[in-house]
């Protein structure tokens, strides 16, 4: 069955850290991805999506994203965090449907 | 501004009542979409309309129901059927011609049954 997988539910950073997030999917052929953003109590919120070619797309906020096909992963970085970066992330992949995964919740120290 | 409400914010019900919960777009999308969030899985698809009146059951549809009569207007109805209501609802609408994926989120409604 197709699915989208964040391993890790919750990861706390110091506020300046690098931060990681991780995604794999599990498709035939490679769907379109994406990661949101979710602030508590609001609506999801598009950071950057990956449709083809180069493989290391940027967003918003400071966002990058890595597609890597040979470990179906679209693993979410940030060089520096913020404290204004908390919040839970969805990666999500696209062919018929939509489908995301679980979220993580990031927590920021200062 | 444009943008998309949902309403209340927070919304409390006891066990074997409906309840409604109302989303409202004036961006002009035709598609609109329902989806739950429960902690740790992420959002699932309740209901989806791509044009008035007509809809489509997402991957959860059973205990829920929908009505599309205006563009404007998507409300979901929580019956007394849904085992387990308690969540986080999210509405989106997509502009005519976009990708699924370039959604609009509202601020969502938190219902909890009593």
């Known amino acids: 069955a197709q699915s989208v997988t964040q391993p890790d539910i919750h990861i706390t950073v110091s506020e300046g850290a690098s931060l990681e997030l991780r995604c794999n999917y599990s498709y035939g052929a490679t769907p379109y991805l994406f990661w949101y953003v979710q602030s508590p109590g609001q609506g999801l919120q598009l950071l950057l999506k990956?449709?083809?070619?180069?493989?290391l797309v940027q967003g918003i906020k400071g966002f990058e994203a890595e597609f890597k096909r040979s470990q179906s992963s679209f693993n979410l970085r940030k060089p520096s965090v913020h404290w204004s970066d908390a919040a839970e992330y969805f990666c999500a992949a696209f062919d018929v449907m939509l489908t995301f995964g679980g979220g993580t919740r990031l927590m920021v120290k200062p | 501004d444009g943008g998309i409400t949902q309403s209340p914010k927070y919304l409390f019900r006891k066990e074997g009542q409906n309840v409604t919960l109302s989303c409202e777009q004036n961006?002009?999308?035709?598609?609109m979409y329902w989806y739950r969030q429960d902690p740790g899985q992420g959002l699932r698809l309740i209901y989806y309309?791509?044009?008035?009146?007509?809809?489509q059951k997402g991957d959860i549809a059973e205990g829920y129901s929908v009505s599309r009569e205006k563009k404007e207007s998507f409300p979901l109805t929580v019956t007394s059927a849904q085992k387990n209501p308690t969540a986080f609802y999210l509405c989106?609408?997509?502009?005519?011609?976009?990708?699924?994926?370039?959604?609009?989120f509202g601020p969502g409604t938190r219902l909890t049954v009593l």
């Open positions: 990956y449709f083809s070619g180069d493989t």
């Open positions: 961006l002009n999308h035709d598609a």
């Open positions: 309309s791509q044009i008035v009146n007509d809809f």
């Open positions: 989106a609408s997509i502009p005519s011609g976009a990708g699924i994926y370039e959604q609009f």
